[in-house]
C-alpha cells in the first residue's frame, strides 16, 4: 500500500488504533509501533507514518506535567487563586502533586493545599475512587496523621486541602542530615507513625504508602503521617485487593500481587525505620524490572553493614517488620508500636531474633522429611559426643590406658562420627529423596545442584567437631575421610549460592588437612589420592566459574597429576582422572567464545577427551557414579559435535549426547545433575550458523524452548541455585536474538527485560560479582540496541548508562580481568558510535 491509495476506511481503521495504541501508553505499558505494524501488515505503511506522530504529540502533553526528576507541574501555569484559597507559596512536590502553602480567606487561616496534574486522574472512575478515598482519610483524627480538611475542584483543578504542618518531611531531614538518625530519634518516630496507623485501622482504612516522604517532622519533633489520598477502606472493600499502586520500592512483596492488609502498613514502618537507620533506602538504584525481584528476595543489606552501635533489640524489631512472610511481621501496628515503645522504655521486647536453633526448626517444618533423619542424627550426635568427652576425660584423668577403656572410647568416637555423618547426610539430601535412597549408597557429587543457607550453616558448624573427634584420635582415617566428605558438600553448596571465595577457602583447607593429617591418620595412599583428585576437580570447577582460567587449568593439571601417581587406579580414581581431562578438553561457553584455538590447542583437547572417553569406557560404574559417567559421556558427545566441520556429523554427535542423558533420566527421573546437564546440551545453541537459515533457525529455536521447558521445574524446585539462574538468563538471550531474526522486536524486548531482571537479583544477592555485573552489562548493551532500532534514544541511553554503572562498581583489581575489559571495551564501543547501530557480533 502506497500514500496515494490510503483510503478514508483504512485511516479510520488507523485512527481506532492509534487509540488504542495511546490509551496502553498512558495506561503504563510501553508498547512498540512495529508490534502494531506486525500485526495489521495490510497497514504497516501508515501505521509506521501515524503512530509516531500520535506518539510524540502524547508524550509532549506528559512532559508538560512532569519534570525531570519526575516530579509533577502544571505545565507552565502559575497558580494564585483555587476558589476561596489565596495561594501563598509552593512548599514541595512529588510525583502526584504540587504542595502550596495557602491561606483560606472565609476562615482567615493557613492551609496545605495539594494540586493534582491531570495525569494524576487518568478517568472519571479513578477520581471518584480517589475522592472517596480522601474523604474516609478526611475522617480521622489524631495527633499523628495529618488532617485532611476536603477535596476541591475549580477550573479543571482537582485538590486537596490539609492542615499546614510547620517542620519538614522525614525524607528531606535523612537527606539533610547526610547519615543515619540516632536509634532514639528513628525509633520514636516510628513508634508515632504506628500508633496513628493503628488508629486508622482501627477506623478500616488501610494507608498503602507509607514511606519517608509521607511523614512529616513539625517543629515540636512530632511526626504525622500525611497522604491518605492512596488510603482503602477495608469496609468499603473486605478482600482488601486493589490494583497496584503507591511507591514500589516501599511495597510489601505481597503488594506485587494485589494484596494487602495491615501487615503491608507496617512493613512500610519498618523499611522506613531501616532507612533512618542506615541513613539509605533498603532498596536503592533498581530499575522497575529489577525491584519486584528485589523485593520478592528479600534482598537487603543488615544494618550492621552500615553501622555497629544499632541495639540488637532495634535490629530485631526492624527485621520482624520487614519480614518478607506476612506471617512473621508484626501482627498490627499496635504491635509494632508498643514493642517500639518497650524498647524506648528499656524494657524486654516481645519480638526476638531468631537463633540459628529456630532457624533450623524452621527449616525443618519446611521439610518434614528430613525432620525425623536429622533429629535424629543431632540427638545421637550430642549424646555420642557428650558421651565420648566424658568417657575420655574420665579415662585421661585417672590414667587408666587399659585396652577395656581405650575399646570403650573408640566406641563412643564411632556412635559420634555415625551420628554426625547422619547430620551431614540429612542436610544435604533433597527431601524428596528421603526414604527412597539407603545412605551408604550416597557421595557429594549427588548434592551438587541442592543448596541451601541452612544447610551451609549446620555443615559449617560440624566442621569444629569433626576437629574435635580428630584431635581424640589421630589414627582414625574415617574421620579424616567424613572431614573432607563435609567440606565437599559445604563446597558445592556456597558455590550454587553463589559464594565462590568461601567454597575456595574451604577447598583449599580440606587439601592442606589431607596433607597434613592423612599419612598420620593412615589413610591408604590410593584413597588420600582420591580425595586430592576430588577436592582439586571442585576447586576447577569453582575458578572456571569465577573466569579465573589459569587457576582452573592448574587445579584439574593437580587432580590429574594426583590420579596419575597412583599405579592401579581404581574405577573412582579413573573416574576423577575422566572428570579432570574432559574439563580441560572441554572448557566453558565464554573461554571458549574468548579466544581461538591453535592446531596445537586444537590436538591437545581432542587428546584428552579421548584419553577421558577411554577411561569411562573401563568403568563399571555403581548406581550413584552412574550418573556422573553418563554427564561426562555427553560432554565429550557434545565436544566432538561441536568440533566436527560437516553438518550431518555435528547433528549426529549432539544426537547421541542428549539420548545418553535421557536414557539415564529414563532409569533416573529425579536426577537433578543429569536433567541440567540435558538443559546444557539442549541449550549449546550456535546462533551464527543459524542465521540465514530459516530451518536452522526453527531448529535453534525449538531446542532453546526445550531446553527452557527443561530448566523451570529446577528453577522453581531450586530458586536459590545461581547456576540455574544463569542458565536461564542465557537461554533468554539468545531467543531475543532469534526474535530480533525473525523481525519481532517486541518479543525481543521481552526476553532481554526477563533475562535482565533475573541478572538484577544476582547482582543484588553477589554485588561484589565481576561476572554478574559485566553479564548484566552486556544485557543492557542489547537492550539498548533494541530501543535505538525504535527510536527512542532516551531509553537507549538510559540502558547504555546502566552498564557503564555496572562496569564502574567493579572493584579495581577485578576491572583487569580479560572479561571484564573486553566487556568495557563492548560497552564503550557502543556509547562513542552514538546514535549509530552497533554491530551485534559481540555480546552474550
Known amino acids: 500500500m502506497t500514500s496515494t491509495d490510503i483510503d478514508d476506511d483504512t485511516y479510520a481503521t488507523v485512527d481506532i488504533l492509534a487509540s488504542d495504541f495511546v490509551a496502553r501508553y498512558r495506561n503504563g505499558d510501553r508498547p512498540t509501533v512495529e508490534e502494531y505494524a506486525n500485526r495489521h501488515p495490510d497497514l504497516r505503511e501508515p501505521i509506521r507514518r501515524v503512530f509516531p506522530l500520535v506518539l510524540s504529540v502524547e508524550k509532549v502533553k506528559i512532559d508538560q506535567q512532569v519534570e525531570s ?28 502533586g504540587i504542595v502550596y502553602e495557602a491561606e483560606q480567606e472565609s476562615l482567615g487561616r493557613r492551609v496545605a493545599i495539594k494540586v493534582l496534574p491531570k495525569q494524576s486522574l487518568l478517568d472519571d472512575t479513578a477520581l471518584q475512587s480517589f475522592e472517596r478515598e480522601a474523604s474516609t482519610a478526611a475522617a480521622m483524627h489524631h495527633s499523628n496523621i495529618v488532617p485532611i480538611f476536603g477535596t476541591g475542584e475549580c477550573d479543571g483543578t482537582h485538590y486537596l486541602v490539609m492542615q499546614l504542618i510547620r517542620g519538614e518531611s522525614l525524607d528531606k531531614r535523612i537527606t539533610a542530615e547526610g547519615h543515619s538518625l540516632d536509634c532514639r530519634t528513628a525509633a520514636e518516630i516510628a513508634a508515632q507513625i504506628s500508633d496513628g496507623l493503628a488508629y486508622a485501622h482501627g477506623n478500616g482504612v488501610l494507608h498503602r504508602d507509607v514511606k519517608p516522604a509521607n511523614i512529616l517532622i513539625d517543629e515540636d519533633g512530632v511526626a504525622q503521617l500525611t497522604d491518605f489520598g492512596l488510603a482503602r477502606n477495608t469496609r468499603d ?75 540488637a533489640d532495634l535490629r530485631t524489631v526492624v527485621a520482624k517488620a520487614i519480614n518478607p512472610d506476612p506471617a512473621h511481621r508484626y ?21 526476638r531474633r531468631t537463633t540459628a536453633l529456630q532457624s533450623f526448626i524452621r527449616w525443618c517444618r519446611r521439610n518434614p522429611k528430613l525432620a525425623g533423619v536429622t533429629g535424629i542424627a543431632i540427638v545421637s550426635m550430642l549424646v555420642a559426643t557428650v558421651a565420648s568427652s566424658i568417657g575420655f576425660a574420665m579415662t585421661s584423668a585417672a590414667n587408666k590406658r587399659t585396652s577395656e577403656a581405650l575399646a570403650q572410647s573408640e566406641q563412643t568416637v564411632d556412635l559420634a562420627l555415625q551420628s554426625l555423618d547422619g547430620v551431614v547426610d540429612a542436610v544435604s539430601i533433597p527431601a524428596s529423596a528421603i526414604g527412597d535412597m539407603d545412605m551408604g549408597e550416597l557421595d557429594s557429587s549427588q548434592f551438587l545442584l541442592n543448596p541451601s543457607p541452612h544447610a551451609a550453616m549446620v555443615l559449617e558448624n560440624i566442621q569444629p567437631l569433626y576437629e574435635r573427634l580428630a584431635n581424640q ?75 579465573e582460567y ?46 581461538t584455538e591453535s592446531l596445537d590447542e586444537s590436538r591437545i583437547a581432542r587428546d584428552r577427551l579421548a584419553a577421558a572417553k577411554s577411561l569411562l569406557s573401563e568403568l563399571n560404574p555403581s548406581v550413584h557414579d ?42 533416573s527421573p529425579d536426577d537433578t545433575r543429569v536433567r541440567f546437564a540435558l538443559v546444557e546440551v539442549l541449550a549449546s545453541v550456535n546462533l551464527r550458523r543459524q542465521f540465514g537459515s530459516k530451518r536452522l533457525a526453527d531448529e535453534a529455536g525449538d531446542r532453546l524452548h526445550e531446553a527452557l521447558a527443561e530448566l523451570q521445574p529446577l528453577r522453581s524446585i531450586n530458586p536459590e541455585t545461581q547456576l540455574f539462574a544463569v542458565s536461564e538468563i542465557h537461554i533468554l538471550h539468545k531467543l531475543s536474538s532469534l526474535a530480533r531474526s525473525d523481525g519481532d522486536f517486541a518479543l525481543e524486548q521481552e526476553r532481554l527485560e526477563k533475562a535482565i531482571a533475573i541478572q538484577s537479583s544476582l547482582v543484588i544477592a553477589s554485588p561484589n560479582s565481576m561476572p554478574h555485573r559485566c553479564w548484566r552489562a552486556l544485557l543492557y548493551r542489547s537492550l539498548a540496541e533494541v530501543y535505538r532500532r525504535q527510536g527512542d534514544k532516551d531509553a537507549a541511553r538510559e540502558a547504555i548508562s546502566t552498564a557503564v554503572a555496572d562496569l564502574d562498581a567493579i572493584d579495581a583489581e577485578s576491572k583487569a580481568h580479560p572479561f571484564a575489559v573486553q566487556t568495557q571495551q563492548i560497552i564503550q564501543k557502543l556509547v562513542s558510535e552514538g546514535n549509530g547501530n552497533p554491530s551485534n557480533k559481540d555480546g552474550l
Open 626 to 667: 552412574a550418573s556422573e559417567v553418563a554427564v561426562l559421556r555427553a560432554r565429550i558427545q557434545l565436544a566432538d559435535s561441536r568440533r566436527a566441520k560437516r553438518p550431518a556429523v555435528r547433528q549426529s554427535e549432539f544426537s547421541s549426547a542428549t539420548e545418553i542423558l535421557r536414557e539415564r533420566l529414563i532409569q
Open 69 to 96: 526528576d519526575g516530579s509533577a507541574t502544571l505545565a507552565g501555569r502559575l497558580l494564585e487563586r483555587l476558589g476561596d484559597f489565596r495561594i501563598l507559596r509552593e512548599i514541595g512536590r512529588g510525583g502526584m
Open 237 to 311: 472493600d473486605p478482600t482488601v485487593t486493589q490494583a497496584l499502586s503507591g511507591s514500589p520500592r516501599y511495597m510489601a512483596p505481597e503488594r506485587f500481587q494485589g494484596q494487602s492488609d495491615e501487615r503491608s502498613d507496617v512493613y512500610g514502618v519498618g523499611l522506613t525505620l531501616y532507612e533512618m537507620l542506615a541513613g539509605t533506602p533498603a532498596f536503592k538504584d533498581l530499575t522497575p524490572h529489577q525491584l519486584p525481584e528485589a523485593v520478592k528476595l528479600h534482598l537487603i543489606k543488615p544494618l550492621s553493614d552500615f553501622r555497629a552501635n544499632i541495639p
Open 473 to 547: 584420635s589421630p589414627t582414625r582415617p574415617d574421620i579424616v575421610r567424613q572431614m573432607i566428605e563435609a567440606s565437599l558438600r559445604l563446597s558445592q553448596i556456597r558455590q550454587q549460592l553463589g559464594q565462590t571465595d568461601a567454597a575456595i577457602t574451604t577447598l583449599d583447607q580440606s587439601i592442606e588437612l589431607l596433607e597434613t593429617r592423612g599419612d598420620l591418620a593412615g589413610l591408604p595412599t590410593n584413597e588420600k589420592q582420591i580425595l586430592i583428585a576430588r577436592l582439586h576437580n571442585e576447586l576447577g570447577k569453582v575458578y572456571a566459574l569465577e573466569l
Open 550 to 595: 589459569a587457576n582452573s587449568d592448574k587445579a584439574y593439571a593437580m587432580a590429574i597429576q594426583s590420579g596419575e601417581a597412583v599405579t592401579d587406579p581404581d574405577d573412582r580414581l579413573k573416574l576423577q582422572l575422566a572428570y579432570a581431562l574432559v574439563s580441560l578438553g572441554d572448557p566453558l561457553v565464554q573461554r571458549r567464545r574468548d579466544r
Open 331 to 351: 501482627q498490627s501496628a499496635s504491635d509494632l508500636r508498643d514493642d517500639l515503645n518497650r524498647f524506648l522504655r528499656d524494657e524486654p521486647i516481645l519480638a
